[in-house]
């Protein structure tokens, strides 16, 4: 029992650390013309899909109702996000060799608060996205927005747009689950 904090904040760091080989976010497209659904997997540094040609056809799809292209190499988050990612992993690894409730709790909110900000913006670039359309767009419809949901399902004309965490994001709200119950043992020390 007197291990099991460092245990839970090594596995913590190590959730963390899944960002690396885990996509954190998929929003999945499905219409009838698209059975198989569009998938687009969102990583700390790229965007990929669930085939090769997954973003082109979502760009194209785009077009039609004047959103914006999504170009992954324009988005300035998936060109430092990496070494917030190693920023936290590094901080993770002082709080385990301090092994101190205090330092512990100290990661845990710096990892909630970059968590937050990071859905944040990430409501900003969705919200931006799906608002400010093309005026030359082939399709216009007067007050229709296309912004997919932060979390869940939603229906986008005939589109029906899920947005979750994909596996690395699940791995990382388990990691603040983990710091906490580390913090929270190691107080009762």
Do not use: C
């Amino acid at each position: 029992m007197k291990s099991l904090p460092r245990i839970l904040m090594t596995s913590a760091i190590l959730f963390v650390a899944s960002l690396f080989v885990f996509p954190m976010w998929k929003i999945t497209l499905e219409a009838p013309q698209y059975p198989d659904g569009l998938a687009m997997y969102i990583w700390i540094d790229k965007i990929t899909g669930s085939t090769d040609y997954t973003l082109q056809n979502i760009n194209i799809l785009n077009h039609y109702v004047g959103m914006k292209k999504i170009e992954p190499e324009s988005i300035p988050e998936l060109q430092y996000f990496p070494y917030i990612i190693m920023g936290i992993i590094g901080l993770g690894l002082i709080a385990l060799f301090a092994n101190n409730s205090k330092v512990y709790l100290l990661w845990v909110v710096i990892v909630v608060v970059l968590a937050t900000l990071g859905l944040y913006d990430f409501y900003l670039w969705e919200y931006d996205y799906g608002h400010n359309l093309e005026a030359t767009a082939p399709i216009k419809l007067p007050g229709v927005t296309y912004q997919p949901p932060l979390f869940g399902t939603k229906w986008l004309l005939n589109f029906k747009a899920t947005s979750l965490p994909s596996t690395g994001g699940v791995l990382f709200g388990i990691s603040i689950l983990l710091g906490g119950t580390a913090w929270w043992i190691r107080r009762k020390k």
